[in-house]
């Protein structure tokens, strides 16, 4: 432990630029793979004509489909039983709405949440890693080494909750249009039926 106690206190700078170095890089591929999830999930989410939702209502609905026709497939067939009361429309439209919220969040949702989520602690292990390095160099308190290692440390956390943030933001945008999409969706009657 000695040694490796003597490494960090002859090589402080090397050191501090290493762990600097793997912060930044590992939380910059945490928010790059939010980002691109992010934008599978807002292509899932793109926004589809009404003809082109018509014409693909004789097909299957397929977990690839925007949601906006996923939902319109999965209801329109039933607007078109006569046999359905209301009660048993409601409960599909629902059903519906959950089915395509349970697929956003389990595709979507969940791991860009997990990248998220990890920003903030990767940070905190950059600074807790800076102030050790701070505090094992044993300069004078108020030498310049000292405030410029303290200000390192403490960005990587602040660049890591700045991510974090970011990708929070889009998070709640991705639930809003989603909602939105949904409700496009089950809102849907193709030419000719009355609505």
Known sequence: ME???GLFRSHATLASTLIQFAVYTTSALLFFNGLWISLKA???LRRVDDQTIEESLSEAPYADDPVVMLVAKTVSG????PR???AERLFLADATRQMAENMF?????EPLTMFASL????GFIGTVFGMILIFLVKVDPGSELNTIG????????????????VLEIIKTWLLRL?????????????DGEEK
């Open 84 to 86: 359905r009361n209301t």
């Open 3 to 5: 040694t490796f106690l």
């Open 105 to 109: 969040e389990s595709r979507y949702m």
């Open 78 to 81: 039933d607007r078109r039983d």
């Open 150 to 165: 303290l200000g390192a440390a403490l960005f990587t956390t602040l660049a890591a909750l700045i991510l974090f943030v």
């Open 178 to 190: 989603l909602r939105n999409r949904v409700d496009q969706g089950l809102a849907f009657v193709p």
């Open 42 to 44: 807002f292509r899932w």
């Open 119 to 122: 920003l903030p602690p990767l």
